[in-house]
């Protein structure tokens, strides 16, 4: 039984009824594979990333966790809204010669240890599946990128911006509800939270072993090649 997760896999996202315990979501995220990493998404001084209340742009988390789980702790009275928005459709808005730059463009997916970080590229797909897949976030750019790669990631955010406007989808999770997204498609992203948040989400990483996973293959095939992974910081 893999109710739930060819659930996600067909419509990019699951919110589950409020009521659920911590206990049942973690016993129905099981349904998508092993936990990669389980952190708590909260402010915390000094910290950053997910635990400081500026917004986050639109992003994929570690592109090897097929699946993204949270479970929702504590909401805000106000906001604690989480945005989602199709990435493939965005990337179907994007011109040929963009879409091509973008297959060739190395982000950085910030691994949390023991889960090393990982290049791969902004669309890809795993043959023989010609299903186009996505991996960005802000923070994983190419540091110093040849022009064209520069207007076709413009490209492409700009992209996410109309597709969320036209079918973003956005969430308040309130507390004991579950919300699972399909990591290489549905990108997330939240607006800021007050300096004095309380909101408190659980989130976990979950892996898909019943499919191909390129994140092995690249490692494998590149591990060497290419700049070495940046230290994880900021995004997830
Ligand atoms: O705070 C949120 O709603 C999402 C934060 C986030 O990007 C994450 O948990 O990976
Ligand atoms: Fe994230």
């Given at each position: ?48 990333g997910v635990h400081q209340p500026a917004g986050l742009g639109f992003h994929t988390d570690y592109p090897g966790a097929r699946f993204v789980g949270w479970w929702c702790v504590w909401q805000d009275e106000q906001g604690g809204v989480l945005d989602l928005v199709d990435g493939r459709l965005a990337a179907s808005r994007v011109s040929a010669a963009s879409a091509s730059r973008l297959r060739d463009t190395n ?130």
């Amino acid at each position: 039984m893999s109710e739930l997760r060819d659930r996600v896999l067909r419509n990019g996202y699951l919110v589950a009824d409020a009521g659920m315990t911590w206990d049942d979501f973690l016993l129905a995220s099981e349904d998508f594979g092993p936990v990669l990493f389980r952190e708590d998404v909260r402010l915390y001084r000094s910290k950053r990333g997910v635990h400081q209340p500026a917004g986050l742009g639109f992003h994929t988390d570690y592109p090897g966790a097929r699946f993204v789980g949270w479970w929702c702790v504590w909401q805000d009275e106000q906001g604690g809204v989480l945005d989602l928005v199709d990435g493939r459709l965005a990337a179907s808005r994007v011109s040929a010669a963009s879409a091509s730059r973008l297959r060739d463009t190395n982000i950085v997916g910030f691994g949390r240890d023991p889960l090393p970080s990982v290049h791969w590229p902004l669309l890809f797909h795993t043959p023989p599946d010609a299903t186009q897949y996505i991996n960005y976030n802000p923070f994983g750019v190419p540091a110093s990128p040849h022009h064209d790669t520069t207007s076709a990631l413009l490209e492409f955010r700009l992209a996410l911006r109309e597709q969320f406007n036209e079918t973003g989808v956005s969430i308040r999770l309130q507390p004991r509800q579950a919300l699972w997204i399909d990591n290489w498609r549905m990108l997330h992203g939240r607006a800021a939270l007050t300096a004095d948040s309380g909101r408190f989400l659980k989130r976990l990483w979950l892996d898909d072993l019943r499919a191909p996973r390129p994140w092995e293959r690249l490692l494998g095939v590149e591990a060497g090649a290419g700049p070495a992974p940046t230290e994880p910081h900021q995004v997830q």
